[in-house]
């Protein structure tokens, strides 16, 4: 066999991948798995003030504790509110420092608002709520650009067949007749505990009262 052979051979050979040591270190690497920055650091220059900072997707704890946040709103307050929780929750990097890896007492800062000392991320959340709408405008499309592009590259790595769109269809579908399952239950639940509770109290109205003891 020739070099040039052997050479194309070895290039052409997959790689053997290390054995991992125990199923602990796999399962470890799987933290946080799928959370990436943004490429670049974004410089926003707004009213004589510039700020340097990082973005990146959030977990989907984070989502859901975003909503709830704010499930007392609605409407365009409900929309406006939500920005501002997932924004204070994408803000990975400002101005050199690493939100991300603060822990403990470390994450505790004091809240500009109003003096107090908070977790970084609720001061981050009332921050930004005083902050210009055009500069959230601009975030929010940050933000969303960034996690469109990581899943369209999720996407593209898969083959079609990979991808179940009805399956995934027949799950939500699912969800949303359970959804509403439950929320007629309760709406029926209700409505008899309210006829019960007004049958009781025309019982009690109509009842004939004792009659008078005469001394």
Same mark, same amino acid.
């Given at each position: 066999?020739?070099?040039?052979?052997?050479?194309?051979?070895?290039?052409? @050979?997959?790689?053997?991948? @290390?054995?991992?040591?125990?199923?602990?270190?796999?399962?470890? =690497?799987?933290? &946080?798995?799928?959370?990436?920055?943004?490429?670049?650091?974004?410089?926003?220059?707004?009213? =004589?003030?510039?700020?340097?900072?990082?973005?990146?997707?959030? +977990?989907?704890?984070?989502?859901?504790?975003?909503?709830?946040?704010?499930?007392?709103?609605?409407?365009?307050?409900?929309?406006?509110?939500? /920005?501002?929780?997932?924004?204070?929750?994408?803000?990975?990097?400002?101005?050199?420092?690493?939100?991300? &890896?603060?822990?403990?007492? @470390?994450?505790?800062?004091?809240?500009?608002?109003?003096? #107090?000392?908070?977790?970084?991320?609720?001061?981050?959340?009332?921050?930004?709520?005083?902050?210009? #709408?055009?500069?959230? #405008?601009?975030?929010?499309?940050?933000?969303?650009?960034?996690?469109?592009?990581?899943?369209?590259?999720?996407?593209? &790595?898969?083959?079609?067949?990979?991808?179940?769109?009805?399956?995934?269809?027949?799950?939500?579908?699912?969800?949303?007749?359970?959804?509403?399952?439950?929320?007629?239950?309760?709406?029926?639940?209700?409505?008899? /505990?309210?006829?019960?509770?007004?049958?009781?109290?025309?019982?009690?109205?109509?009842?004939? +009262?004792? +009659?008078?003891?005469?001394?």
């Amino acid at each position: 066999m020739s070099e040039g052979q052997r050479i194309n051979l070895e290039q052409a @050979a997959p790689e053997i991948e @290390a054995t991992p040591q125990s199923i602990d270190d796999i399962i470890a =690497g799987l933290k &946080s798995f799928g959370i990436e920055e943004f490429e670049e650091i974004l410089e926003l220059n707004a009213g =004589g003030k510039i700020i340097k900072l990082r973005i990146s997707n959030i +977990p989907t704890e984070d989502e859901m504790m975003s909503l709830m946040a704010v499930e007392g709103s609605k409407g365009y307050l409900w929309v406006q509110k939500v /920005k501002i929780e997932i924004l204070s929750r994408s803000i990975s990097w400002i101005n050199g420092v690493q939100i991300r &890896s603060l822990e403990g007492t @470390a994450r505790n800062v004091v809240d500009p608002t109003d003096g #107090q000392r908070r977790d970084v991320q609720v001061v981050l959340r009332n921050i930004l709520a005083g902050w210009g #709408q055009e500069v959230l #405008q601009v975030l929010w499309k940050v933000v969303c650009v960034h996690c469109q592009r990581i899943e369209d590259r999720l996407v593209s &790595s898969f083959p079609d067949s990979a991808i179940m769109t009805e399956v995934e269809k027949r799950f939500l579908d699912q969800a949303i007749r359970d959804i509403a399952d439950q929320n007629k239950s309760l709406i029926t639940e209700g409505f008899n /505990k309210l006829v019960d509770s007004v049958a009781e109290e025309e019982a009690l109205t109509t009842e004939t +009262p004792a +009659p008078e003891t005469q001394e």
